[in-house]
């Protein structure tokens, strides 16, 4: 296991509500992505932080936001959800940049009803 | 812009028999990484190829990145049930930004 650990493992929603979902990171990272796959695509990246400030964000609209921690464990927030939302959303810690190994936790599993 | 296209989409093969994933960019990348993810599981990163026409194994995986750094290909000898999931292969779009092939899927069959 990769040390990484998000929470909730589910969730279920309706749209208009916001979400609020949770990252660990390996102990010793300090940057954080964040990732939604949706059923049988590969991971979008959202965004990513590094020592709590956001360092890089992919093409998500601003009511996907985030935070970090000075633990650089994070935070995802979604507002005003939507039924696309629905997907498996996934953080990775690492040391560093791209460059460096990306580790996976679990995902949570967000339903948009 | 750049695109990178991963095939096949879906490989079925019979335990025993090799497996190549592909992805192809219009591009030069930078660096790749490759990725596998069982079903039902979260990614789990396999390896980083860096320099052109480097080849990495690691036992029955074979990694290879272009001469011209626009190709890599995952070779998988006498799958096992073992390997199923889905490969991705990543590269750095910017400094920022990981993104992410769209998978080929294998199945092995016993």
């Known amino acids: 296991e990769t040390g990484v650990t998000q929470s909730p493992t589910h969730l279920i929603k309706t749209r208009g509500q916001q979400v609020t979902l949770r990252c660990s990171s390996q102990?010793?990272?300090?940057?954080v992505s964040w990732y939604q796959q949706a059923l049988g695509q590969g991971p979008q990246f959202i965004f990513q932080?590094?020592?709590?400030?956001?360092?890089g964000r992919g093409n998500f609209p601003p009511r996907f936001s985030g935070l970090q921690f000075p633990n650089y464990s994070s935070e995802l927030n979604v507002n005003a959800l939507e039924l696309d939302d629905s997907a498996l959303y996934l953080c990775a810690s690492s040391l560093g940049g791209f460059k460096d190994t990306q580790y996976f936790g679990p995902g949570t599993r967000l339903t948009v009803l | 812009g750049q695109q990178v296209m991963q095939i096949p989409q879906y490989q079925h093969v019979q335990e025993g028999e090799d497996f190549t994933t592909y992805c192809n960019s219009s591009?030069?990348?930078?660096?790749i990484q490759w990725y596998k993810q069982r079903p039902g599981g979260h990614p789990v990163f396999l390896i980083q190829?860096?320099?052109?026409?480097e080849v990495k194994k690691q036992k029955r995986l074979t990694f290879q990145f272009g001469e011209a750094k626009k190709n890599s290909s995952l070779h998988i000898t006498a799958t096992q049930t073992t390997d199923v999931g889905t490969y991705f292969c990543a590269w750095g779009a910017s400094a920022r930004q990981l993104t992410f092939g769209s998978g080929t899927q294998l199945t092995v069959l016993p």
């Open positions: 190829l860096v320099k052109s026409g």
């Open positions: 102990s010793g990272h300090n940057t």
């Open positions: 591009t030069t990348l930078s660096n």
């Open positions: 932080y590094y020592r709590e400030e956001e360092n």
